[in-house]
């Protein structure tokens, strides 16, 4: 039997890195095979020699991460502790360290997953990334922060934020209000992830100067957006032209963020989905990278997962749309109208 105490900071810290209850003990007693004793600025871990050293990396590891910044809580620690059993101590380490700042005022933002990490990666690597995924798996929320952190560090002069409005369709002349009143409804959830990483009164003075622009798609055609950092967010939603569309927008010193889920695309049935064309036919362009991000990635209540999950199996998946069949040139010359006589009948 071997012993290692453990001293934390303080109480707190404690009580964050060994989770709030007893079942939180036992769950990582019993998936490291030790014996945890929690006090309140230390904890003690007894066991054999070999689980022992690695319930104590376990814990210097949340401890690390935690003086980084990350926020450590209970679904972290469940998330660590998996990783642990399936050997992934130095991608946890990496995934601690991958570590985007933010607004001065506001803590720094980490991705909690390896697929956000494979996420954040991409988009720092690359000037055009896709982010493809469900619901709650942080799609959206870490493009904004990169696109923050980008401003602040001064590598774009802007930001530059756009949806597809298509759940207003044809019905947006029947909301109250001006264009900017009518379309706002449908461009709120980047606010709240814009008001989440900076403070409200600097979105809305940087707004004002147009170094931050949150606006429908439609208002993107025709425009070159160098030194910008943008993102398509609900991408699932632009029809195939749409896309292609806001692709060729990219100018230099530029990044590109797209984002969606294929499971729910809102686009009348006649109409195929921009971003599965765009998943079929550019993944072989380099500087360009899709991450596929799965319910395993969701970081929202619990129940969600199993929600996501529950309608990933019971659905049918979305395909790619095939290749549009080119049509065929005419022989007629160009000069010379095709000739309409019909035969007489024998």
Known sequence: MTETTIYFDNPREAHQLTGSSHE??????????????????WLRIAGKSEAVERADRFFNALKAGRNRGFSVDGPCILYALEAFQNN???????????????????????????????????IRSNDISFGIGPAGTGKTYLAIALAVEALLKQTVSRIILTRPA????????FLPGDLQQKVFPYLRPLYDALYDVMNPPEVDRLTA???????????????TLNSAFVILDEAQNTTEEQMLMFLTRLGFDSKSVITGDVTQIDLPSHKASGLLEASHLLRDIN???????????VVRHALVQNIIRAYREGRPQPTAPRARPRR??????????PDTKKESCP
């Open 166 to 173: 298509v759940e207003a369709g044809e019905t947006l002349g």
């Open 328 to 337: 065929e040139k005419s022989s007629t010359p160009p000069d010379q109208p």
């Open 24 to 41: 939180a003990l036992a769950r990582i007693e019993a998936a490291l095979d030790v014996r945890l004793t929690a006090r309140e600025a």
């Open 88 to 122: 992934q101590e130095e991608a946890l380490r990496e995934l601690f360290n991958l570590r985007i700042d933010v607004h001065e005022s506001r803590p720094p933002v980490f991705p909690r997953t390896f697929g956000q990490r494979a996420y954040v990666q991409a």
């Open 209 to 223: 100067r147009g170094v931050i622009e949150v606006a429908p798609l439609a208002y993107m055609r025709g425009r």
């Open 287 to 297: 500087g360009l990278a899709f991450t596929e991000l799965t319910d395993s990635d």
